[in-house]
């Protein structure tokens, strides 16, 4: 058998890889490859499954974005039944007296990105995270939204 396109490797990636390819309009055949089709053993269903938009980079940042869009229209693009159970819970990323110009200036970047991150001083973060010693901490960089934790392996069976 002949296909015009073939993806090894069935999980987040090539399935990603396969569902745009058909959101852009390829109308050629394509084969995904997975040796684990239950995807017991795949890195996407053994990982934290989760997402973040605190990156350095804008690309990184952009991804995640881009994902989270996915995300937040689930149930309009595969039905009313597609649930991956995401849960918003942002991340909370946390520096040192030496770390924090490196916080500072990617907090910079996730802001002019549009994410939603906010940096807090340790009094700051102490009034918000009252289970929290910040004793050491600087600062902090805690993702309000567009953060959190989901199913992998309901995303890949949607």
Known sequence: MRYDIVIIGGAIVGSSV???LREE???GSIALIE?????SH???TLSCASIRQQFSIPENIRLSQFTLKLFRRLKETFGADADIGFREGGYLILAG???LPILKANHETQVAEGADILLEDAGQL???????????ISAGAYGRSGEG???AHALLTL
């Open 149 to 151: 934790w989901f199913d």
């Open 126 to 136: 102490a009034r918000r995270f009252p289970w929290l010693s910040v004793e050491g």
């Open 35 to 39: 040796r684990d089709p239950q995807f």
């Open 97 to 99: 007296e030496a770390g």
């Open 18 to 20: 396969a569902y745009h």
């Open 42 to 44: 795949a890195a996407t």
């Open 25 to 27: 309009g390829f109308a």
